[in-house]
C-alpha cells in the first residue's frame, strides 16, 4: 500500500461530513495519487457520494452542510482562506450519475459552456471542441452535427458529452458519481475505455456500485460502510487487486463477494 | 383496407365505441329542441336541465347494450365529457362572437387612428375613434410593466434560488396580493393622490395596476423556475460557474417560456383592468403621449363610459373599443410568443 502514496495529487485528511445535527461522514483518510483511477464502493447510504462530493465543495450546496478535516489539491488545502468552492471546482471536475447537458445549448455550445461559466476567454473554440470530444470518444458520432441540440442524443451520448464538457476545463482531477448507472452495457464499456485513457493525464475518482466495473478500470479501491446509526467512513482502503481478491476486514470481504449491501 | 394496414403498420386506436356513445347521445336532441319551442322554455335551462340527463339515459342504454355494465360508465365520462367541453367553447364563442359582430360596425381604419376630441354622444360613427385610448393603454400598461416585470422576476428568484428563512413570508405575501380585489387597489392609490396632491395621470394609474401585476408576475415565474431540473444547476456550478452566471447563463434560458407565460398573463391580469383606472386617470378626449402630467384614457375606461350612455352610436363605440381591445390583447401576446420562440422546441420535436 506504501508504494501507491507517491505523487499524490488529491488527499483527503480526518474528512468527517454533517447535515444538520446528524454526522454522515467520520475521519475519512484517502490518497488519490496523480494518473491512477480510484474506486469508491458500498451499501447505498454509506456516504461514498457525500464523500466524493466533499472533493469538489458540492455538498456545500446542500443546506446544513458541514466539513471537519481537510482535503489537499497540491498541497494546497481546499477549504482555506485562499481557496474559493469556483476555483475548486474548475480544477476538479464531476460528471454526475444522470447525464446533464444543458437543454438550450447546442453539442459545441455545451463544451464550450464550462468556460463561459466560470468566465474564462476560448482560445480556439474549433480546436477544443474536437480535442475534448475526442478524448471523451464521442467525437465521430456527432463531428457532423456539432450545432444540434445536446438533447437529441442518446443517453449514453449525453453522458460521454458531459465527460467531454469536464474535460474541456482541463481538469486536474475528475470526480465520477456512478457515472454508468443510468446507462446499457454497450455505453458503459465505452465509458469504462475512456476512464482508462483519462487516467493518463489526470487522476480520477469514480463512485460505482458494479463490483465488476470497480475491478475493470480501478487501480485503488475505498471500501464505505456506515454501521447502523453510525456515521459512514473508509472500512478499508488499498489497491483494487487487494480489496478484492484478499481483503483484511472481513465485512469488505462480505461485500465485494455479494454477501450483504 | 388491407392496403392502408400496409401503409400503416400501428393499429388504430379503437374509437368505435366513443363514436356509437356520441351518436346515442345526439339522439335526445330533436325531442328537446322541439319540446323547448313549443313550450317556450329558456333554452339554456332547457338544454343542462332536460339534454343532458336524456343524453345520459340514452348514452347509457347504448353503452349497456353494447358493452354491458363497463360501457354505462364509459358513456357517462364520454357523455358528461362531451357537454361540458360543448358548454365551454359555445361560451366563449358567444362572448367572442357577439363583440366581433357587434365591434365590426364601428371598426375601421379611423376608429384606431383617430381620437375622440369634438365627438358628442351623436356624432356619427364616421368620425372620431379610439386612438387615444389605444395610446393609453399601451403606455400605462408598459409603465406597469417596467416596474412589475423586474420586481416580480426578481421575488420569482429569491424564492427558487436563495435558502433564506424568510422566503415563506414572502411567498404568503405574494398569494395575499394576488387575492387582492383591483378596486381596493385603486382606492389605495386615489388616497394617496388626496393625500400628497400629485395630479392624476397615466402613471398614478400604472401605480393602481402594479399590486395587480406584480403577484402573478412573480408566482408564474417561480413556478416556471422550479420546473428546471436542479441537476442543470449543480452541472453548471461543477463547472467552476458562481452562482449568478449558472442562473443568467443556464437556468434562466431553460425556463424562458415559462417566463415568458408570467410576463403574458401579468399582461393579461392588467390590460382589462378598469375600476382602478377610473379611481386614478382622469379621462382625456385627446391623445396623450405623456404618462405623468394630465389626464388619459385607456380602452377599458373608454367601454365603461360609452357602454352606459343610451345613445347607439355611443354603444357602438364601446362594442368598437372592446374589439380594438382584444385584437391589441391578441397582438401583444402574438408579438411575445415570436420573440421569445424557443429555438429548442425545433429540436425536441424531430427527436
Redesign the interface.
Given at each position: 500500500m506504501t508504494n501507491l502514496i507517491t505523487s499524490s495529487s488529491l488527499r483527503a485528511e480526518n474528512v468527517s461530513v454533517w447535515f444538520g445535527e446528524r454526522q454522515v461522514l467520520k475521519d475519512v483518510n484517502l490518497v488519490f495519487p496523480a494518473n491512477q483511477v480510484t474506486a469508491l464502493i458500498g451499501p447505498s447510504g454509506c456516504g461514498k457520494s457525500t464523500f466524493l462530493r466533499t472533493l469538489?465543495r458540492?455538498h456545500e450546496?446542500i443546506?446544513g452542510a458541514g466539513l471537519a478535516g481537510a482535503v489537499y489539491l497540491d498541497e494546497q488545502d481546499i477549504y482555506s482562506e485562499a481557496m474559493d468552492a469556483?476555483?475548486v471546482?474548475?480544477k476538479v471536475?464531476?460528471v454526475?450519475q444522470?447525464p446533464?447537458?444543458?437543454?438550450?445549448?447546442s453539442i459545441k455550445e455545451n463544451i464550450l459552456?464550462?468556460l463561459?461559466?466560470?468566465?474564462r476567454k476560448i482560445k480556439d473554440a474549433d480546436q477544443l471542441v474536437e480535442t475534448s470530444l475526442r478524448r471523451a470518444s464521442i467525437w465521430n458520432e456527432v463531428k457532423d452535427r456539432l450545432s444540434?441540440?445536446a438533447?437529441?442524443l442518446s443517453g449514453g451520448q449525453q453522458q460521454r458529452l458531459?465527460i467531454a464538457?469536464?474535460l474541456a476545463?482541463d481538469p486536474e482531477v475528475l470526480l465520477m458519481d456512478e457515472p454508468c448507472s443510468a446507462l446499457d452495457p454497450g455505453s458503459t464499456r465505452r465509458i469504462e475505455e475512456t476512464i482508462s485513457e483519462l487516467a493518463e493525464s489526470m487522476s480520477i475518482v469514480i463512485v460505482t456500485h458494479n463490483m465488476q466495473q470497480a475491478q475493470r478500470v480501478s487501480d485503488q479501491t475505498a471500501f464505505f460502510l456506515a454501521e447502523e446509526g453510525m456515521p459512514g467512513g473508509v472500512v478499508e482502503f488499498g489497491s483494487t487487486e487487494q480489496v478484492f481478491n484478499g481483503p483484511i476486514d472481513q465485512r469488505t470481504n462480505d461485500y465485494v463477494n455479494g454477501h450483504f449491501g | 383496407m388491407a392496403k392502408a394496414l400496409a401503409n400503416q403498420p400501428w393499429r388504430k386506436a379503437n374509437v368505435a365505441r366513443r363514436l356509437q356513445i356520441f351518436v346515442a347521445s345526439l339522439i335526445p336532441l330533436p325531442l328537446v329542441v322541439l319540446i323547448t319551442i313549443t313550450a317556450h322554455l329558456n333554452p339554456i335551462l332547457s338544454f343542462a336541465g332536460l339534454f343532458l340527463p336524456l343524453q345520459l339515459i340514452a348514452a347509457s342504454v347504448v353503452g349497456y347494450l353494447a358493452y354491458g355494465r363497463r360501457g354505462v360508465g364509459d358513456a357517462v365520462l364520454v357523455v358528461l365529457t362531451f357537454f361540458f367541453s360543448a358548454f365551454v367553447l359555445i361560451l366563449l364563442l358567444s362572448v367572442l362572437s357577439s363583440v366581433v359582430i357587434q365591434g365590426s360596425r364601428a371598426i375601421s381604419w379611423q376608429f384606431i387612428s383617430q381620437n375622440n376630441v369634438y365627438v358628442s354622444p351623436t356624432t356619427s360613427l364616421d368620425y372620431g375613434g379610439v386612438g387615444h385610448a389605444v395610446v393609453g393603454t399601451l403606455l400605462v400598461v408598459l409603465l406597469t410593466t417596467i416596474a412589475a416585470v423586474p420586481l416580480g422576476l426578481a421575488m420569482a428568484i429569491y424564492l427558487t434560488q436563495s435558502?433564506s428563512k424568510t422566503r415563506n413570508l414572502v411567498r404568503t405575501f405574494t398569494q395575499a396580493l394576488s387575492g387582492l380585489p383591483s378596486v381596493v387597489s385603486g382606492l389605495f392609490i386615489l388616497s394617496i393622490i388626496e393625500a400628497t396632491h400629485i395630479g392624476r395621470s397615466g402613471f398614478t394609474g400604472a401605480l393602481a395596476l402594479f399590486p395587480l401585476m406584480l403577484p402573478t408576475v412573480a408566482r408564474v415565474a417561480e413556478e416556471a423556475l422550479k420546473l428546471v431540473?436542479v441537476?442543470?444547476r449543480?452541472?453548471?456550478?461543477?463547472?467552476?460557474?458562481?452562482n449568478y452566471?449558472?442562473f443568467f447563463?443556464?437556468i434562466l434560458?431553460?425556463a424562458?417560456s415559462g417566463l415568458l407565460t408570467a410576463l403574458l398573463l401579468g399582461l393579461a391580469r392588467v390590460v382589462g383592468e378598469t375600476a382602478p383606472l377610473i379611481l386614478t386617470m382622469n379621462p382625456s378626449s385627446s391623445t396623450s403621449l405623456n404618462p405623468f402630467n394630465g389626464g388619459m384614457t385607456t380602452l377599458p375606461t373608454y367601454i365603461y363610459n360609452y357602454l352606459a350612455s343610451s345613445y347607439e352610436t355611443s354603444q357602438a363605440r364601446a362594442w368598437g373599443a372592446a374589439l380594438v381591445l382584444l385584437i391589441l390583447v391578441g397582438f401583444l401576446f402574438g408579438l411575445a410568443r415570436v420573440l421569445g420562440k424557443?429555438k429548442?422546441i425545433k429540436?425536441?420535436a424531430?427527436?
Open positions: 469538489n458540492m450546496l443546506p469556483v476555483s471546482r474548475i471536475g464531476m454526475f444522470k446533464n447537458p444543458f437543454p438550450t445549448m459552456s464550462g463561459k461559466l466560470s468566465g444540434d441540440q438533447i437529441s458531459c464538457r469536464s476545463m | 435558502q431540473p441537476d442543470l449543480y452541472a453548471a456550478l461543477a463547472l467552476g460557474a458562481p452566471r449558472a447563463q443556464v434560458p431553460a424562458k424557443n429548442s429540436s425536441k424531430s427527436k
